[in-house]
């Protein structure tokens, strides 16, 4: 089955600077690849997602970069802000829908 | 649009009785669903897959007897926590995906905090 790594599970940054966070994943056939913020005690919101056709997606200050060689992908928050402050979640599938996780990365913003 | 939605938030009950979890897509219809559980500070880890009209599939280890899901129509799945032990205790969360071939888009519940006493 799937198996996706993420690091770092920890990440603190000053407001202002960029987070990246990195996933790595296993089954060559996976074409979906969330990235999913949760606040504590909260519901996972999606945020940005890339599809295996798609090299590189941006949404304001949130991008996503996938290399399919190498069976990578990136998350970039740049302009971080306090309120970025949650733990991420990346995850991978393939056509049957069911995500696997990567075990989350606690970003922490200070101002 | 793509509400899903978690009944109850949160429950407490005694260990050895039964607690079902209910989730709703609410503005759309939701051909499968998905059952996650999450312990503090971990990661969701997929208990199940629920379509509508079939039988649900158990990922490895989820024991079927002890967590019954029923996926009986387009907007309901249900989570019953069969017999439940303190071990049990944790944050229940379901997602659905949209009805249509185009999209992967998981639209999670908000959760339902089990604590078995």
């Known amino acids: 089955g799937e198996n996706v790594e993420q690091h770092p599970s920890t990440l603190s940054v000053q407001e202002g600077d960029s987070a990246v966070i990195k996933c790595t994943y296993s089954?060559?056939?996976?074409?979906?690849f969330p990235w999913y913020k949760q606040e504590l005690g909260k519901r996972p919101q999606l945020i940005i997602d890339?599809?295996?056709?798609?090299g590189e997606k941006k949404d304001q200050r949130i991008a996503v970069t996938l290399n399919k060689t190498a069976k990578h992908f990136s998350l970039h928050i740049t302009e971080t802000q306090p309120e970025d402050s949650a733990v991420y979640f990346c995850?991978?599938?393939?056509?049957?829908?069911?995500?696997?996780f990567g075990k989350g990365t606690s970003l922490l913003v200070t101002p | 649009g793509a509400v899903v939605s978690q009944h109850p938030s949160r429950v407490i009950c005694k260990s050895g009785t039964s607690v079902k979890i209910e989730c709703r897509s609410l503005d759309f219809q939701a051909t499968t669903m998905f059952w996650y559980r999450q312990f503090p500070k971990k990661s969701l880890m997929l208990m199940a897959t629920?379509?509508?009209?079939?039988?649900?599939?158990?990922e490895q280890g989820v024991e079927k007897d002890k967590f019954l899901i029923n996926h009986a129509s387009l907007t309901l799945s249900t989570l019953t926590v069969t017999s439940a032990h303190p071990e049990d205790s944790s944050f229940y969360i379901c997602s659905a995906v949209r009805g249509g071939l185009s999209t992967d888009t998981q639209y999670f519940g908000p959760g339902t905090r089990l604590t078995v006493l």
């Open positions: 890339i599809r295996s056709n798609v």
């Open positions: 629920s379509n509508e009209g079939s039988k649900a599939t158990y």
């Open positions: 089954d060559s056939a996976s074409n979906y």
């Open positions: 995850a991978a599938t393939d056509s049957g829908y069911a995500l696997n």
